[in-house]
């Protein structure tokens, strides 16, 4: 990919199209084929596919509704024209699905920070239409209601078992000697809401700075939540967004920064749902982006400040059940 040194910012033209379509951009041109026949048999409209550098360059001016991205490794002048990009997609009203690769994943969450786009890693054929699918249903053309945080908890639950039934389908269909290249995720996930809203239980509470607890305590109770799976099944107990409070958590109190990969490897699920998670829960105040002030194109995730004092006050709790149990 080059940088362009000119891009033009401008709305996209799409009003002549309906709903549902897309434009493919990849270097890859099997992939470009494979997403537009994936998509045009799920009833999309494509738009337009074509190599990477048309898009970047701002020679297209119809983005239709949804634009897919793949960029599987990127370099820093490719960074810098996929910056500009973020401003153009948010200013142009589609959505934005990213594919990308696990050794590349950092450097492309940081270009993106204002089209919020909707980022996979490697991802399979069906988990590819969903996205897509997921995006579109998120434009802002009808009138359609904000999703409340349970509500997009509860989506979120939702999508994982869906894309679950979709690996655990091409699972069975390997056994049966059909060559597909997606693995296989068994069991479904508890679509009841993760987490609730800040203050819910503790608006009469004085509001009391806490400490975070003793960072070797919360490594040792992700150890111990990591020991489950050698006697069980990982996925009865996927639980992403404690397992990655938790992380976040132990990294605050020991001052380490924590990087999107290395979240997501905390996370204990792929890394296609864990971006997603990271995406919940900074929409609803949980996490923080920070950039790193030595290097402006690397990011990082923390806690936000409601976030710790939730975990202090958890963590104060459980101290204090302990320590009435033990008189």
Same mark, same amino acid.
């Not at 999309?44 to 297209?60: A, H, K, M, R």
């Not at 949804?66 to 009203?93: H, K, T, Y």
């Not at 349970?150 to 869906?162: G, K, P, S, W, Y």
């Given at each position: ?24 951009? %990849?270097?890859?041109?099997? @992939? ?28 297209? *001016? ?17 960074? *810098? ?19 990308? %690769?696990?050794?590349?994943?950092? !450097? ?57 039934? %979709? ?11 059909? !060559? ?46 990591? *020991? ?13 967004? @404690? ?33 997603? @998670? ?15 002030? %030595? !290097? ?32």
């Amino acid at each position: 990919m080059k940088q362009s040194s000119e891009i033009e910012y401008r709305a996209a033209d799409d009003s002549p199209y309906q709903r549902g379509s897309v434009a493919i951009f %990849s270097d890859r041109a099997f @992939w470009r084929h494979q997403a537009a026949d994936e998509l045009a048999g799920a009833d999309f409209s494509i738009l337009y596919q074509g190599p990477v550098d048309q898009l970047l360059d701002g020679s297209i *001016a119809l983005l239709g509704d949804a634009v897919l991205l793949d960029v599987p490794c990127v370099d820093a002048s490719a960074m *810098a024209a996929l910056c500009l990009l973020d401003m153009r997609i948010a200013a142009s009203g589609a959505r934005l699905v990213v594919s990308t %690769s696990i050794a590349a994943l950092d !450097d492309v969450f940081a270009c993106f920070d204002q089209s919020q786009p909707e980022i996979l890693v490697d991802p399979s054929p069906p988990e590819r239409l969903l996205a897509v699918g997921r995006s579109l249903a998120g434009t802002n053309r009808g009138h359609v209601r904000e999703l409340s945080a349970q509500d997009r908890a509860v989506l979120l639950n939702l999508t994982e078992q869906v894309e679950a039934i %979709s690996r655990r389908l091409e699972n069975f269909a390997q056994q049966a000697g059909v !060559d597909e290249t997606a693995g296989a995720e068994s069991g479904l996930r508890d679509n009841r809401p993760v987490f609730r809203g800040f203050g819910e239980a503790d608006r009469d509470e004085p509001l009391v700075r806490r400490s975070l607890p003793d960072p070797r305590l919360v490594r040792r109770i992700i150890r111990q939540r990591h *020991a489950r799976t050698k006697y069980f099944e990982a996925a009865l107990f996927a639980d992403p967004a @404690w397992d990655m409070l938790l992380d976040l958590t132990a990294a605050h109190a020991e001052h380490r920064r924590v990087s999107v990969t290395s979240l997501c490897l905390a996370a204990g699920v792929p890394a296609t749902t864990a971006l997603r @998670w990271i995406q919940q829960m900074t929409d609803d105040g949980l996490f923080e982006r920070v950039a790193d002030s %030595s !290097d402006k194109r690397r990011v990082f995730i923390s806690l936000s400040e409601k976030a710790c004092d939730a975990m202090a006050r958890y963590f104060a709790e459980i101290e204090a059940g302990a320590a009435a149990y033990a008189a």
